[in-house]
T-cell receptor, first 110, second 114 residues
Framework: DGGITQSPKYLFRKEGQNVTLSCEQN?????MYWYRQDPGQGLRLIYY???????QKGDIAEGYSVSREKKESFPLTVTSAQKNPTAFYLCASSSGTKLFFGSGTQLSVL | KQEVTQIPAALSVPEGENLVLNCSFTDSAIYNLQWFRQDPGKGLTSLLLIQSSQREQTSGRLNASLDKSSGRSTLYIAASQPGDSATYLCAVRSGSGNTGKLIFGQGTTLQVKP
């Protein structure tokens, strides 16, 4: 099955801890994105990557980091600098016009 | 700065009713507009994409229109069913190509009652 896989589905972070959210796609898409969704709000762009080994900050990049070492993978690290990390995180990819999304990771703070 | 607004935030209708969801944007210089569906706790599924040169797109019971000059798009759902219950988001891609930023509205949560 072609698609985007996010893991884990649920993740808990302790104070001061860094956590990494996984995003893998087998659609052969060049562009990948990370969005954050808070209840009752639209999606906000954290980071995006148009090509391997290159990525750019989105609107709310502070407290997050990413890497794009492989075309298929775009992991997101939520660092301890992100003081309000509780949210639903969505990964997406595109090749052309349409955006395809993974099923999301719900991150909560213990 | 492009801003995308969806009104109402929530909508409840009886089964079988035709309904319209609204999306407005502040900057008419868009590349395309996309409508998505999101089920609770899930990712987004693309429903319809309208290029800036197009006026509407149709898929089954769904019809999306675009009026760039007035900064508006509507998603028309015909003969609504309980399975249509979900949150619907519109997203506008600004700029002149596929690399432009995608700006999302807050979404309209639809409930279709049997």
């Amino acid at each position: 099955d072609g698609g985007i896989t996010q893991s884990p589905k649920y993740l808990f972070r302790k104070e001061g801890q860094n956590v990494t959210l996984s995003c893998e796609q087998n659609l052969n898409h060049d562009a990948m994105y990370w969005y954050r969704q808070d209840p009752g709000q639209g999606l906000r762009l954290i980071y995006y990557s148009q090509i391997v080994n290159d990525f750019q900050k989105g609107d709310i990049a502070e407290g997050y980091s990413v890497s794009r070492e492989k075309k298929e993978s775009f992991p997101l690290t939520v660092t301890s600098a992100q003081k309000n990390p509780t949210a639903f995180y969505l990964c997406a990819s595109s090749s052309g016009t349409k955006l395809f999304f993974g099923s999301g990771t719900q991150l909560s703070v213990l | 700065k492009q801003e995308v607004t969806q009104i109402p935030a929530a909508l409840s209708v009886p089964e079988g009713e035709n309904l319209v969801l609204n999306c407005s944007f502040t900057d008419s210089a868009i590349y395309n507009l996309q409508w998505f569906r999101q089920d609770p706790g899930k990712g987004l599924t693309s429903l319809l994409l309208i290029q800036s040169s197009q006026r509407e797109q149709t898929s089954g019971r769904l019809n999306a229109s675009l009026d760039k000059s007035s900064g508006r798009s509507t998603l028309y759902i015909a003969a609504s069913q309980p399975g249509d219950s979900a949150t619907y988001l519109c997203a506008v891609r600004s700029g002149s190509g596929n690399t432009g930023k995608l700006i999302f509205g807050q979404g309209t949560t639809l409930q279709v009652k049997p």
